[in-house]
């Protein structure tokens, strides 16, 4: 058996991509499914910027037995925004992760310069009504939270759902930590290496000591998306503690091994470097089950 095969074994990957999107994507979501089922895994997440996943998540569900496949919605314009009727509509049919905005979000721009894509890397034609928007910021003017987030958190609290912060800036992400735990709303803290992050180890105990769980993803790794180094992924691991991680591949770009090989890589290279078993079954197994309720 491949090195870190066996740590794949009935582990869930909370956050992924796959087609049909208006990006490039390695393979469709029921392709995806395929592959994770493959490896063993006992579920994905299907993220998506533009549409719900729920729906896709039903039909692959049926097409491919034997592995569970969960969905949500991201909050970008193609919702309508911080829009609580899609996060309704979206839970009510068994969603369970809303993710705040990534590629419309204020902080996105920030990073890449435009809002609704990633320059060239992730490219598709997107529409001129791009032009007269701002970037979506989940703060007033006065650094409150907008009234829109306590209703999004409300109907997340009754569904027992979870709210994940994607591309939002520090600030804003801690606001919605410190909100959600106020509403005993279950929080994932995305990608906190990713470019849009970037969270020092103050930030991140910050964080976990607030409840949050904190996602640690390969694409952070890979090379076209490198905004950490494995190294610093086993550093932050141990200062911090494992029982507050999740690792999740964020993978399905077309430069990017599929998310199941993703994740065998990202878990060979943390057990070569001293992350035991036990402490990479908790990130990939445990703690995923547990934010999405499935224990
Ligand atoms: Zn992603």
Redesign the pocket.
């Known amino acids: 058996m491949r090195y870190g095969l066996e740590l794949l074994k009935d582990s869930i990957d909370i956050?992924l991509?796959a087609g049909p999107s208006v990006f490039p994507r390695l393979m469709d979501a029921q392709e995806t499914a395929e592959v994770a089922k493959a490896s063993g895994m006992r579920g994905i997440v299907i993220?998506h910027h533009h549409t719900p996943t729920v729906e896709r998540g039903y039909f692959v569900q049926k097409a491919v037995p034997g592995l569970e496949i969960y969905g949500g919605v991201t909050l970008n314009y193609s919702s309508g925004g911080l829009n609580p009727f899609a996060v309704d509509s979206t839970l009510n049919l068994g969603g369970k992760i809303v993710w705040m905005p990534?590629v419309d979000a204020q902080n996105h721009k920030a990073h890449f310069g435009e809002l609704g894509k990633y320059g060239s890397r992730l490219d598709y034609k997107k529409p001129n009504i791009y032009a007269k928007m701002e970037g979506i910021t989940i703060l007033d003017e006065n650094g409150n939270l907008k009234p829109e987030i306590g209703e999004i958190l409300d109907i997340v609290s009754d569904h027992e759902a979870v709210v994940a912060t994607s591309h939002l800036d520090n600030n804003e992400s801690k606001s919605l930590v410190e909100e959600s735990r106020r509403r005993n709303v279950k929080t994932v803290v995305?990608?906190v290496k990713f470019i849009t992050a970037a969270l020092s180890l103050e930030d991140q105990k910050w964080m976990a000591d607030k409840g949050a769980y904190l996602e640690l993803?390969y694409?952070s790794l890979s090379p076209a998306w490198r905004s950490t180094t494995i190294d610093e992924v086993v550093e932050i691991i141990k200062e911090v503690g494992p029982e507050h991680y999740i690792l999740a591949s964020?993978l399905g770009q077309v430069h990017n091994p599929a998310p199941p090989e993703g994740m065998r890589i990202y878990i060979s290279m943390l057990l070569e470097r001293g992350i035991d078993s036990g402490e990479i079954r908790l990130m990939v197994k445990d703690n995923p089950e547990k934010i999405l309720g499935l224990t």
């Open positions: 956050h991509h993220k990534t995305t990608h993803c694409s964020d």
